[in-house]
């Protein structure tokens, strides 16, 4: 099926179809990253950033299915604009689909760095961000352990960007996997980049798992996601 028809096939669903298929994809993709995070630790295993895991408690669980029942909501939100017209979808060449998802990476990044850099800020931090970093290591599922508004911000900055340029639908699609999966690589407790990726220079800018894993460790660094470009920019990479 090729891309534009899937869209097409989108758009005929009925609001309540697109609620149980944003349900089923979110959680869905939540399942993936906890599998992905486990496969991860098993195969680079031995280049460790932690030594122990985080405890999953009870109250990580709860956020966790808060965080993806929110992403849900998020996903509807963007069919309705979508369907109104105030987010465009564009059906291109697949090289304009490629510098689409590098356009989007990198908006998301720097909206995402200004957002953790404001969520530091000692008013905003301890009700807001705090808890996110409980987890000093890391578990399957730090992902997701978020304050609701920290999803909905998140929810809000993609939206925005999605209103603002209109994107390529494989694009968009290319986007949240990625998201996911570079989430799940900065929460694994393991680096699977080898060593000689951080001497290559545009192989270094990308989001590692232990870029993110060292904001855990030193909160006043590394706040960017997908790359290291805006830490090295605004001086605050470690
Ligand atoms: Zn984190
Ligand atoms: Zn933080």
């Known amino acids: ?64 299915v808060v965080a993806t029942l929110l992403n849900s909501l998020v996903a509807v939100a963007g069919w309705l604009l979508w369907q109104r017209g105030w987010v465009q979808i564009t059906h291109p060449a697949w090289w304009r689909s490629a510098v689409d998802v590098v356009i989007f990476l990198i908006a998301m990044d720097l909206g995402m760095y200004v957002f953790h850099r404001l969520a530091h800020h000692p008013w905003i931090y301890p009700w807001l961000h705090a808890r996110h970093h409980t987890h000093v290591s890391v578990n399957a599922i730090s992902l997701f352990v978020l304050h609701p508004l920290e999803v909905l911000g998140f929810g809000s900055l993609m939206l925005s960007v999605m209103m603002l340029v209109p994107l390529s639908g494989t694009a968009v699609l290319a986007y949240l996997v990625l998201n996911v999966l570079f989430g799940t690589l900065g929460h694994a407790r393991v680096e699977p980049f080898p060593e000689w990726w951080s001497q290559n220079r545009l192989l270094r800018e990308i989001g590692s798992s232990s870029f993110h894993a060292g904001h855990h460790q030193h909160p006043t660094n590394n706040f960017g996601f997908y790359t290291q470009i805006w830490d090295r920019l605004l001086g605050t990479l470690k």
């Open 1 to 64: 099926m090729s891309m534009s028809r899937l869209f097409d096939w989108f758009a005929s669903f009925s609001l309540a179809e697109w609620i149980m298929f944003s349900l089923v994809g979110n959680f869905a993709l939540f399942d993936w990253s906890v599998v992905l995070c486990g496969w991860i630790r098993r195969m680079f295993g031995e280049n460790r950033l932690f030594d122990a895991a985080q405890p999953v408690t009870r109250g990580d669980v709860v956020l966790a």
